[in-house]
């Protein structure tokens, strides 16, 4: 009876972990957070999209674009990662992510900053040609604000939005590559002191670099929440292999400067998301009074 009862329940747990992971990987919530600067004029809510790699929920990823709309944002935030680029000569699943980008550019501000997989594409021209040049002139007249290391600013709110475009150096397995001081000055240029500077950076490992160039506000993604989470841990594993990532998804804080990092839409390569549903985020940023 013994090993009847341990068989049942291993079963029930393999189909508990099964079901979970379904839902997981085929569902998305909402989160929310809210952070408050004298420096932003007003108050403005952000969506924050990431990591989609090619999935769509729903035709046209209609269920997205709805709970989107649902929210009303003045300003959608992309970290990245639409697709996913291997180095096979495979055709690219982009369509679901250009389509996404392209149907909420014409309602919204879309502000684009490349994840690692838009990287790889724009270097790897021997394997794909000008796939990444004809992928974002398609988006830009779509309206897409493409930012590769490069700020623009909005003047009705005091805010400027900076994209950084990171080589694939600083997105290495194992052994996380030290930034050299002052590598995001030479990359970006300065930050901006007066205004609320939101920097669009797609690997949250070098959050404490980004804080100490001067970003109030820093999106990511690219851990996808540790694949399988915890309770009491958090994620387990990060896309560069590293067990436990020290930043695995929501809210962190360094000196005032804040990290929201996206647990993100997609897969790849390892496609399970366990007790890690995919999500979007919802960041609204409010006058101090």
């Not at 729903?58 to 649902?70: F, H, Q, R, T």
């Amino acid at each position: 009876m013994t090993f009847f009862y341990c068989a049942a329940a291993i079963t029930l747990f393999i189909i508990l972990c099964v079901v979970v992971i379904y839902h997981d990987t085929h569902n998305f919530v909402v989160r929310n957070y809210e952070l408050e600067s004298d420096k932003i004029k007003g108050d403005h809510t952000f969506v924050l999209i990431s990591d989609l790699h090619g999935y769509s929920f729903g035709p046209n990823n209609e269920k997205l674009v709805s709970a989107i709309d649902a929210i009303n944002p003045d300003i959608i935030l992309c970290a990245g990662d639409l697709f996913t680029a291997r180095k096979d000569k495979k055709p690219i699943k982009y369509e679901p992510g250009f389509e996404l980008a392209k149907s909420l550019a014409q309602k919204y501000p879309l502000y684009y900053a490349n994840g690692n997989h838009e990287y790889r594409l724009k270097i790897w021209t021997s394997d794909y040609g000008n796939f990444y040049d004809r992928y974002k002139s398609r988006l830009k007249k779509a309206g897409v604000t493409f930012l590769e290391n490069e700020s623009v600013g909005i003047k009705d709110g005091n805010i400027r939005i900076t994209g950084l475009d990171l080589n694939m150096e600083y997105y290495r397995k194992i052994v996380k590559k030290k930034m050299e001081p002052g590598f995001i000055k030479r990359t970006l240029g300065d930050s901006s002191k007066k205004e609320f500077q939101i920097l669009i950076a797609h690997n949250p490992q070098y959050f404490d670099e980004y804080a100490k160039w001067g970003a109030d506000l820093t999106v990511s993604g690219h851990v996808h929440g540790g694949i399988v989470r915890l309770p009491f841990i958090g994620g387990v594993i990060s896309p560069a292999i590293a067990l436990f990532p020290k930043y695995d998804g929501g809210h962190y804080e360094i000196d005032k400067k804040h990290l929201i990092l996206s647990r993100g839409l997609g897969t790849h390569t390892i496609q399970v998301r366990m007790f890690n549903p995919c999500e979007i985020d919802v960041i609204k940023i409010h006058e101090a009074k």
